[in-house]
């Protein structure tokens, strides 16, 4: 098998730069999320130079955040950081949609790796497990898959 190519993306950060999209909706799990972002990308070789926290009122606002960010250029990739919890919202469903929907349009539209660290849970407590407890912590999955996908996609 060695003689087949394969891309595959390392896990260093050094000289990317990011933007990292939070929520105020729920900020005290979404803290957590931005810290575990931020705390992943400096220790894979990130300066804290290279980050900026951009905060948006919602989830259901990060689409066009990031597509303003990718439209002037200047970043490698983006994390956006958002927690949106059913039992605190009758329009769970249409918040974590169109956040979802909007993201992945934005990261096709302009071919730039976007991590998708927002948590949609049922309770506050599935939402507080995966913001850096028991479910580990979807801020850092989302800084790895964006990291590693920067450097796959620059190399194709
Ligand atoms: N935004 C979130 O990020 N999480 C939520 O849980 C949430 N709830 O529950 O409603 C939420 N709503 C706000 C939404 O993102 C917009 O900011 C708002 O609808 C104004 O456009």
Known sequence: ???????????????????IIAGRFNDFIVDKLVGGAVDYLARHGCSKDNLTIIKVPGAFEMPVVAQ???????????????????GSTPHFDFVANECAKGIAHVSL??????????????????????AGSKGGNKGVEAASAVLETVRVVEQI
Do not use: W
């Open 1 to 19: 098998m060695h003689h087949i190519k394969t891309i595959e993306g390392q896990l260093d950060a050094k000289e990317l730069k990011f933007a």
């Open 68 to 86: 303003r960010l990718a439209a002037k250029g200047g970043f490698d990739g983006i994390i956006c950081c958002g927690a949106v919890i059913r």
């Open 109 to 130: 539209q302009y071919s730039l790796p976007i991590g998708f660290g927002v948590l949609t849970t049922d309770t506050l407590e599935q939402a507080i497990e995966r």
